[in-house]
C-alpha cells in the first residue's frame, strides 16, 4: 500500500520535475532577448576582470614577458623577496597611512562644513557656494596636481612661496612637493581642497531630511542653534558618516593615481604605495620587467583589499539593516 | 517656516555673518589657485607669485597651444575617446542593468554575483596589462575606451534608477505582447532620462580626466590625450615651443585653463544631474 503511494509520488514528482523544466526552458526562450542583451558586459567582465583574475598565478612563477621563454614554477619565492624589501613595507604601510588619513580628514572637514552650509539662510548664497566648492572634484588629477605644481612652485612664480617670503614667515622658497617632511601634509592638503566640497552632497541630503518640526519644538524648549546641533543634527548625521566611512574604507587600496601625479623622484621613498611601487617596479625599473613579482605584489594587495571589502560589507549590513556594500 | 527664519536672523545676525564670512573664505581658497591659473595663461610677462591680475594682457598662450599640432591631436583624441566611450559605457550599463532587474529570468541571479565579484576582488594592474598586451590592443585606442566602459559601480546605479520604474508598466508591456528589446527601448529608456543624463555625464568626466589607462597602455606619443601631454608639458619635458611673446610659464598655464575650459562650459547647467548621480547611488532607499 505506502510502496504504491511511494511510486505514485515519486512519479507525480517527476512530472512536477519535468514540467518545470520545460517552464525554465520555455522562460529561458521566451527572455532570450535578455541574454543578448547581456552579453557585451558579460564579455567584457570575462575579458577585463576574470582572465586577469586567472592571471594572477604569474605571481607564482618567474614570468618576465620574454617571448619563448619558459616559465617556471617558483611557489612563493616572489612573496619572500617581496617581504625581504625595505620599499614594499614602506609602500604597504604608506597606502594604508595615506588613504586612511585622508579618508578621516575628508569626512570630518566635508561633515564640519555641510553643517555650516545647512545653516545658511539665503538660498542664493547656498547655491553659489555650494557649485563653487563642488568644482575641484570634477579637474583631473593630472589639472589638479599642475595648479598645485604652478602655485607651489619654489620660484618667483610659485603663489605660496612669494607669499610667505614677502611676509617674513620663511626666508626662501620651500619646494613643497619635493621635500620629504613637506609632502605628506602637501597630500593631505590637495585632498581636502579638491573633495571635501564633493563630499557635502551625502551630509547635506541626510540634514535636509530632517523634519523642521523637531528644530521648531527645541527651540520652543529653549535650545540654542548649538544645542541643536548637538542633540538634533549630529545624532541625526551618525549613521550617514558612517556609512560613508566604511564604503571608503573598502577601497583604500586603491590609491593610485592622486599620488602618482603629485610625487617625484625626491620624495619617491615618502610617498610610494603599492600600486605606484607596482607601475615603477614593472614599466620604470630600468631593467627587464619582473612580471612574476610585480603581479605577486599586486596580488597581496588585492587580497587584502578584498578582506577590507568583506569586512566593510559585514560591518554595513550590521549598520544599515541589512544593507551590504556590493 | 517664513516666521522661524526671521526669529533666526533677529535672534542670532552674529552667527549668519561669521558663517557667511566662513563661506567666503572657503571659496576664495577654492577659486584662487584656479583664477592665479588663468590670470597667468593670460600674461604675457613672466609672472610673480602675488599678482591676481595680467600685467601684460596677451592671449599668446592660448594660439601657442591651439597653433601647435602636437597639442590640439591630444585635444582632438580627448574628444573622441570621451565621446564613444562615453556611448559605449552607457549602452553597456545600461543593457546590462536592465537584465538585473529581471527578477524571474533564469540565471539572473548568477549574472548578479558575476558581475558584483569584480567589485571584490580585482585583477589587478599587472595581469590586467598582460591581458590587454595579449589582445594587441596596447598603443590603440580600445584599450583606453573598452576598459573604462565596464564601469559595475555605474551599472549598479542605473539599476537602482530602473528599479524605481513601476512593474506595472512592464507587465502591461509585457501582456500587449512588447518583447524585452521593445519594452528597453520605449519605456525603460524614456522614463530614465535623468540617470542617463548624470550617469553618461560621470561618463564623460572619467574619459575625459583619464590618465591612468593612458600611462598604462598607451606609449606611443602620437595617441596621447590632453591630460597626457598636459602632464608632459608641466614636467617640463615637452614644452610647445612660446611663440608671440608668451613665456613658457603663459604656455603652461593657458594648456591647464584648455584642459578644464569644456567642463568648466558645461558645468553650470549640469550641476543638478552631477548631483543627483550620487544621490542615486548613495541614498537610494
Known amino acids: ?326 | 517656516m517664513a516666521n522661524r527664519v526671521a526669529m533666526k536672523k533677529k535672534k542670532m545676525p552674529v552667527f549668519s555673518v561669521v558663517n557667511a564670512i566662513i563661506f567666503i573664505v572657503l571659496c576664495l581658497i577654492i577659486l584662487i589657485p584656479m583664477w592665479k591659473v588663468l590670470v597667468d595663461s593670460f600674461d604675457l610677462k613672466t609672472a610673480y607669485g602675488m599678482k591676481l591680475w595680467p600685467e601684460q594682457f596677451g592671449i599668446a598662450g592660448y594660439k601657442s597651444v591651439f597653433t601647435n599640432p602636437s597639442l590640439y591631436k591630444p585635444f582632438l583624441i580627448s574628444v573622441i575617446v570621451t565621446i564613444s566611450g562615453t556611448f559605449m559605457g552607457l549602452a553597456i550599463s545600461t543593457l546590462g542593468a536592465y537584465v538585473l532587474i529581471q527578477w524571474d529570468l533564469p540565471g539572473r541571479n548568477f549574472f548578479a554575483g558575476f558581475l558584483l565579484f569584480t567589485m571584490i576582488f580585482e585583477g589587478g594592474m599587472i595581469p590586467t596589462y598582460l591581458v590587454v598586451r595579449a589582445l594587441h590592443m596596447t598603443n590603440t585606442l580600445w584599450a583606453v575606451t573598452l576598459l573604462p566602459a565596464v564601469n559595475i559601480y555605474d551599472l549598479v546605479l542605473m539599476r537602482n534608477f530602473f528599479e524605481g520604474i513601476p512593474t506595472a508598466l512592464f507587465e502591461s508591456a509585457d501582456i500587449d505582447g512588447c518583447g524585452p528589446v521593445a519594452t528597453f527601448f520605449r519605456i525603460v529608456l524614456p522614463l530614465s532620462k535623468a540617470g542617463l543624463a548624470s550617469i553618461g555625464l560621470m561618463f564623460a568626466v572619467n574619459y575625459w580626466n583619464n590618465y591612468t589607462n593612458f600611462k598604462l597602455y598607451i606609449t606611443n606619443q602620437d595617441l596621447y590625450n590632453f591630460q597626457m601631454k598636459l602632464r608632459s608639458i608641466i614636467m617640463g619635458s615637452d614644452l610647445p615651443q612660446a611663440n608671440g611673446g608668451a613665456t613658457e610659464n603663459t604656455v603652461k598655464n593657458a594648456a591647464v585653463i584648455v584642459a578644464i575650459l569644456p567642463f568648466m562650459i558645461v558645468y553650470p547647467f549640469l550641476q543638478k544631474y552631477f548631483v543627483k548621480g550620487i544621490n542615486i547611488g548613495a541614498v537610494k532607499e
Open chain 1, 1 to 326: 500500500m505506502s510502496k504504491k503511494i511511494d511510486e505514485q509520488t515519486q512519479k507525480n514528482l517527476a512530472i512536477l520535475k519535468e514540467a518545470n523544466r520545460r517552464s525554465t526552458l520555455r522562460r529561458i526562450k521566451k527572455y532570450r532577448g535578455f541574454y543578448v542583451m547581456f552579453l557585451p558586459v558579460f564579455i567584457l567582465a570575462l575579458v577585463f576582470h576574470y582572465i586577469p583574475m586567472i592571471g594572477n598565478y604569474y605571481a607564482f612563477t618567474d614570468y618576465k614577458g620574454i617571448a619563448g621563454a619558459k616559465v617556471n614554477w617558483v611557489g612563493l619565492a616572489n612573496f619572500t623577496k617581496m617581504f625581504s624589501m625595505a620599499a614594499f613595507h614602506s609602500a604597504f604601510w604608506n597606502t594604508l597611512f595615506l588613504s586612511i588619513t585622508k579618508l578621516l580628514l575628508n569626512t570630518f572637514a566635508a561633515v564640519l562644513i555641510s553643517l555650516f552650509l545647512n545653516e545658511i539662510v539665503n538660498i542664493h548664497f547656498k547655491k553659489i557656494a555650494q557649485t563653487i566648492i563642488y568644482l575641484p572634484h570634477f579637474m583631473s588629477w593630472v589639472v589638479t596636481a599642475s595648479v598645485f605644481t604652478l602655485i607651489l612652485s619654489p620660484t618667483s612664480e610659485g603663489m605660496v612661496n612669494q607669499i610667505l617670503v614677502s611676509s617674513g614667515i620663511i626666508d626662501k622658497g620651500i619646494y613643497f612637493l619635493a621635500e620629504d617632511t613637506w609632502w605628506k601634509p602637501m597630500f593631505f592638503v590637495i585632498n581636502l581642497w579638491k573633495d571635501t566640497g564633493w563630499g557635502t552632497i551625502i551630509f547635506l541630503a541626510t540634514l535636509s531630511g530632517i523634519s523642521p518640526d523637531v528644530y521648531e519644538a527645541a527651540s520652543i524648549d529653549g535650545a540654542g542653534r548649538f544645542q541643536k546641533m548637538r542633540y538634533i543634527t549630529m545624532p541625526a548625521l551618525q549613521n550617514t558618516i558612517i556609512t560613508v566611512l566604511i564604503l571608503n574604507l573598502a577601497k583604500v587600496m586603491n590609491l593610485f593615481e592622486s599620488v602618482f601625479v603629485l610625487q617625484n623622484d625626491a620624495v619617491l621613498s615618502t610617498s610610494n604605495v603599492l600600486q605606484t611601487y607596482v607601475y615603477y617596479q614593472t614599466f620604470n625599473s630600468g631593467t627587464i620587467p619582473n612580471y612574476g613579482y610585480t603581479t605577486a605584489v599586486g596580488l597581496t594587495k588585492s587580497v587584502v583589499g578584498c578582506i577590507l571589502v568583506l569586512i566593510c560589507n559585514w560591518a554595513s549590513k550590521k549598520v544599515r539593516d541589512g544593507r551590504g556594500i556590493v
